[in-house]
C-alpha cells in the first residue's frame, strides 16, 4: 500500500498547532485506522520542515485527546476511538464554565427525565436489587443525619446502566461531577436527609412498577429537593456574611 505524503504545514504562531493538524489530516487522506503506525519523529520532523520538538509537543497533544498513542521503544500508533479524552476535558472545564450550579442541575435533569423511558424499557431484577441496596445505604445514612454522596453517585450511574449507553454514563458522570465542584459538595448542608432518601426510593418504586409518569415525576421531584438544598444554603451563606 502506498501512502499518501504529508501535508506541507502552514506556518501558524503557535507551530505544535499547525503539526496537530498536519498529522491529523495525514491520518484522514490515508484512511489509518487503530494500531497503524506513524512515520518515526525525526523522519515526521524532515518531512515537516519543524523541529522534532515541535512534532512530540503536536504528538502530545494528540495523545491527550485520544487520536494517537505512544509505545515506549516501539513507536506512535494511530488510538482506537474513545470518548473517556472528550469526558475527561469536559469535566475539568464544566467547574469554571457552570459557575451557577442551577446550571448543572437543568442539564442533569434534562438528561435523566429525558432517557428515563428507556430504562424501563430495559431494567431487569439485578439492576432493581442493587438499587435498592444502594437506597438502603442511603436510609442508614439519613437516619444519622449523614448526607450520602457516594451513594448518590452510584444510584444514578444504576438506574441507567441497563441502556448500555458508555456516553450517557459519561456524561452523567461528568454532570454528578460538575454539580459537586458547583457545589463545593463538601460544605453543601442538606437540611433534609431523609427526604432525598425518600425521593431516590420513589425513583426505584416507579421504575419497578414500570410507571413511566410517576418515574419522570419522582425524578422531577427529586431535582426540586436539590434546589431547595441549594437555595437553603444560598440564605444560610448570604445571613452569614458580614460587610
Not at 79 to 91: G, Q, R, T, V
Request: one cysteine or more.
Amino acid at each position: 500500500m502506498t501512502l499518501k505524503s504529508i501535508k506541507p504545514l502552514k506556518r501558524a504562531p503557535l507551530l505544535h498547532v499547525s503539526v496537530q493538524e498536519s498529522l491529523r489530516s495525514y491520518i484522514d487522506d490515508n484512511g489509518l485506522t487503530a494500531g497503524a503506525p506513524l512515520p518515526p519523529e525525526g523522519e515526521l520532523a524532515v518531512q515537516l520542515g519543524v523541529s522534532r520538538n515541535s512534532v512530540r509537543e503536536g504528538i502530545k497533544a494528540l495523545e491527550s485527546v485520544g487520536v494517537l498513542e505512544s509505545r515506549r521503544g516501539i513507536g506512535v500508533f494511530v488510538k482506537a476511538f474513545s470518548f473517556e479524552p472528550l469526558l475527561d476535558n469536559l469535566a475539568y472545564g464544566l467547574g469554571g464554565a457552570l459557575k451557577q450550579i442551577e446550571e448543572v442541575i437543568i442539564i442533569r435533569r434534562t438528561l435523566e427525565v429525558g432517557l428515563i423511558d428507556k430504562t424501563l424499557e430495559l431494567i431487569g431484577p439485578d439492576d432493581i436489587r442493587e438499587l435498592r441496596e444502594t437506597v438502603d445505604k442511603m436510609r442508614f445514612h439519613a437516619e444519622r443525619g449523614e448526607s450520602f454522596p457516594d451513594e448518590d453517585r452510584h444510584f444514578h450511574q444504576l438506574l441507567f446502566r441497563c441502556q448500555d449507553n458508555d456516553v450517557l454514563l459519561g456524561l452523567l458522570e461528568v454532570f454528578w461531577l460538575a454539580f459537586y465542584k458547583a457545589s463545593d459538595f463538601v460544605n453543601l448542608d442538606n437540611a433534609d436527609p431523609m427526604q432525598t432518601w425518600r425521593d431516590h426510593a420513589a425513583i426505584v418504586d416507579a421504575v419497578e412498577a414500570g410507571d413511566l409518569a410517576g418515574a419522570k415525576d419522582r425524578l422531577d421531584k427529586h431535582y426540586e429537593g436539590i434546589n431547595r438544598v441549594i437555595a437553603h444554603n444560598k440564605t444560610n451563606s448570604s445571613s452569614g456574611r458580614t460587610t
